[in-house]
């Protein structure tokens, strides 16, 4: 069970003009989240609410996030548990769940306005990988149009949906990962998506640092498995191998 562990200001009632989104934040050992909050502080402005969910991390994300955030919780670890903890604070029409390392669009209140005339009530972005070499823009744009084709989204994408939809389906499924794959097929028996293509920004590191093509052979086999039933406690281990002594 997750507990509150600080607040940075007493929160008041939602303002009517105010942007009806809460933007959950998922964290383990993100001291460099400061990149991620300054970039959110326009949409605080403008009524949107920040919760950062940490996992247990033994650096300093806690106290870096605490002044730029709305709440900053402690949960058990685990993306899908973390989320679902800050969810279950938030108070605003729409979720959407970022990465820390990614970043979403300036006009992102612009792009809202659509939601509102939309019968989707769930939805994602196109991605981009930042600095990315012409063989992973390549492979993003295959990662797009996969997206669009089929419906279903990664975290990368920075899923949304509306707080009443999410909590209808139970939220996250508790499982170590495939988790929003999961949440694309729940929320699919709800409705569309919206596929926003105005793009999210996500950091390369993990394709920088195990290699493009190792990055893209994983991610298939883990998804295919994942297809034909194989569990996520296992496919997490293939994806988190252990630590060599």
Request: net charge positive; glycine share 6%.
């Amino acid at each position: 069970m997750s507990k509150k562990v600080s607040s940075t200001e007493t929160r008041s009632p939602v303002e009517d003009d105010a942007l009806p989104l809460s933007i959950v934040i998922p964290v383990f050992n993100e001291e460099e989240i400061y990149s991620c909050l300054r970039h959110l502080q326009g949409l605080r402005k403008q009524g949107a609410e920040v919760i950062v969910v940490d996992g247990g991390s033994n650096d300093d994300t806690m106290a870096v996030a605490k002044p730029l955030a709305d709440q900053v919780i402690s949960s058990e670890k685990g993306r899908a548990r973390q989320m679902n903890a800050g969810a279950a604070l938030a108070d605003r029409e729409w979720l959407l769940f970022l990465h820390a390392d990614t970043r979403l669009p300036a006009n992102l209140p612009d792009i809202m306005i659509a939601w509102r005339f939309s019968p989707a009530v769930w939805g994602f972005f196109g991605i981009k990988v930042r600095g990315a070499p012409r063989l992973l823009r390549v492979v993003q744009w295959f990662m797009n149009r996969r997206s669009f084709l089929t419906s279903i989204s990664t975290g990368d994408q920075c899923q949304f949906v509306k707080r009443e939809v999410f909590a209808q389906i139970g939220g996250f499924a508790d499982i170590p990962l495939m988790e929003d794959i999961e949440l694309s097929k729940q929320l699919k028996k709800k409705s569309r998506p919206l596929f926003v293509n105005t793009k999210v920004e996500t950091s390369g590191r993990k394709w920088q640092r195990d290699g493009i093509w190792p990055t893209i052979f994983l991610m298939w086999r883990l998804r295919l498995a994942y297809f034909f039933g194989v569990s996520p406690e296992v496919l997490v281990q293939r994806y988190y191998p252990p630590e060599k002594p």
